[in-house]
């Protein structure tokens, strides 16, 4: 999960320095076992996308 934090922190800091005014969109889809998210532009391009399979913690 660190490694992916990582990946959108880079693309968070390249975005920043190259593009300041592009807005970014973030879908996930969240279930019991598994994450999914991805990362568009305000044009549609996909800049990033990713499965999670881990379980979440629900709490006691």
């Known amino acids: 999960m660190l490694q992916d934090a990582e990946l959108i922190t880079k693309l ?3 975005t920043t ?3 300041p ?3 970014y969109f973030i879908g996930l ?3 019991k076992k ?3 998210y991805c990362v568009k532009d305000a044009a549609g391009r ?3 996308l990713a499965n999670l399979n ?3 913690f ?3």
């Open 58 to 60: 629900l709490g006691p």
């Open 17 to 19: 320095l190259e593009a």
């Open 54 to 56: 881990r379980p979440l």
């Open 29 to 31: 889809d969240v279930h």
């Open 34 to 36: 598994t994450i999914s």
């Open 46 to 48: 996909v800049h990033h």
């Open 21 to 23: 005014q592009t807005m």
């Open 12 to 14: 968070i800091q390249r």
